[in-house]
């Protein structure tokens, strides 16, 4: 009976230099902050952006089509 | 601060004592050298940071395989191309000098089948705990190992006087 085996996987090596880039997480971790301010926070800065935007188009509708209430004389008239 | 201990293990024991299971979880998933460091790179980032506590090595390490193919999973999804077999350092799509070797006839199978096969014949991981890893049923592990199997033989061929 045949017995076959998984050698090459088995002997898989790691390169010494990913496990030193590995070893070197604690370290980076302490020198950046973990958890950014919340005004820095990229759904916040995204959602401000967004309410920014909608006000403006809003605004910007309001003048050029919405405004019908002043009182311009026909031009017919 | 007291430094943060993985099942009485400290981060450096922990990378030095898993690296190898993680990485071969990697290569055998995503045959691609340089997807498979990132992952295996994310896989410790994901432990230093986002650890739970574990009851003991064999969590650990099913909790670290587990994270590994979920890693690699999201690479995949992410960057779906196609990659030539002999891109993996030390594996090719060729028959091993060693005849009974048949790790590239593992690899030449689809994505999803090979990490039943890994678990259960490298990292020799019960069905009962594949299916955990994995997030599936014990059942759906037993016919996926047997369909596995069928399939290496498929591609490992019948040369039956080996």
């Known amino acids: 009976m045949r ?30 902050p973990a958890i950014l301010p919340w005004y820095r926070r990229t759904k916040v800065l995204a959602t401000a952006a967004s309410i920014v935007l909608v006000v403006l188009a809003g605004i910007s509708v309001y003048f050029f089509f919405g405004n019908k209430n002043i009182p311009v004389r026909p031009s017919g008239s | 601060m007291a430094e943060k201990r993985y099942a009485g293990l400290s981060f450096e ?17 995503l045959h691609n050298r340089p997807d ?72 030449r199978l689809e994505e999803k089948y090979r990490d039943v096969l890994y678990l259960y014949y490298i990292e020799r991981y019960k069905v009962d705990e594949i299916a955990d890893i994995l997030g599936s049923k014990p059942n759906t592990v037993k016919s996926l190992l047997m369909r596995d199997r069928a399939r290496l033989k498929e591609i490992y061929g019948g040369d039956d006087d080996a």
């Not at chain 1, 898989?12 to 030193?20: A, G, R, Y």
């Not at chain 2, 024991?13 to 998933?29: F, H, I, L, P, W």
């Open chain 2, 13 to 29: 024991d922990a990378v030095q004592k898993y690296a190898k299971s993680v990485m071969t979880a990697c290569t055998v998933r």
């Open chain 1, 3 to 32: 017995k076959v085996n998984f050698n090459t996987l088995n002997n898989l090596t790691v390169p010494p230099e990913l496990i030193e880039k590995v070893l070197a997480i604690p370290a980076s971790s302490e020198n950046t």
């Open chain 2, 36 to 107: 498979a460091d990132d992952c295996f790179q994310n896989t410790f980032f994901k432990l230093y940071h986002h650890a739970p506590d574990f009851a003991d090595e064999n969590h650990l390490k099913a909790w670290l395989l587990r994270v590994a193919i979920n890693e690699c999973k999201k690479v995949l999804r992410d960057n779906r191309r196609l990659i030539p077999l002999g891109s993996v350092r030390g594996i090719s799509d060729a028959p091993a000098d060693d005849r009974y070797d048949i790790s590239w006839a593992l690899m």
